[in-house]
């Protein structure tokens, strides 16, 4: 695969939609392969998996994953972090680039996740933040074109509140160029700053 053009995935926002299709290319080449095929393409790689919001099937994801293609995971707690003590953000991404070779981030505060890229010369993978979900967005794209083979024409319905996970697939239809309804409870609507840069896009 290619190097992507950006250093971090924080949004489906600066991915092209050729990286968007190659990234799923090959998820579906992976997961072709068996869970017991095991590739070196991290190997000597550390990720750090920074949570300070739990998640089973998240955290299960990123560790197989990482040992999968040959590395090696530490998993960091909110608790385990020098900033529950006042150490700043910026202070935090300098030490753990230090050590790893990646971030994957879980936490609560979008503008946290892009203060920690702003500063870490690693790359940030957005495990959730409050506002964006690019990567189960991304594993919903894979699933749609798994069935479908392709994107194009494609009409897709999304019933509930308007929360990260939302955010994150309206600008992956806008990437992709698939048709997305969206039906939201009053007051639960999908952020209007996203709509217009997904609308600006598509």
Do not use: W
Request: glycine share 6%; proline share 2%; with cysteine.
């Amino acid at each position: 695969m290619a190097f992507l053009s950006t250093k971090d995935l924080l949004d489906l926002d600066n991915l092209k939609k050729e990286e968007i299709e190659e990234i799923i290319d090959l998820a579906i080449k992976l997961k072709a392969e068996g869970k017991n095929h095991l590739r070196a393409d991290l190997a000597g790689k550390s990720v750090g998996l920074v949570f300070n919001k739990p998640s089973t099937r998240t955290r299960v994801s990123f560790e197989v994953g990482t040992y999968q293609l040959g590395g090696s995971s530490l998993y960091l707690q909110a608790t385990d972090l020098q900033m529950k003590r006042g150490e700043t953000i910026g202070d935090t991404a300098k030490v753990l680039s230090s050590y790893l070779d990646a971030i994957v981030l879980r936490t609560h505060s979008h503008s946290d996740a892009e203060e920690l890229a702003k500063h870490a010369t690693i790359s940030v993978i957005n495990a959730l933040t409050d506002m964006f979900h690019p990567c189960q967005a991304l594993a919903d794209l894979m699933t749609v074109y798994e069935r479908k083979k392709s994107f194009e024409g494609l009409k897709i319905a999304y019933f509930g509140d308007g929360n990260n996970v939302c955010h994150s697939l309206i600008m992956a239809a806008a990437k992709v160029g698939l048709n997305l309804d969206i039906a939201s409870p009053a007051d639960f609507e999908p952020d209007k700053e996203v709509l217009d840069k997904a609308k600006s896009i598509s």
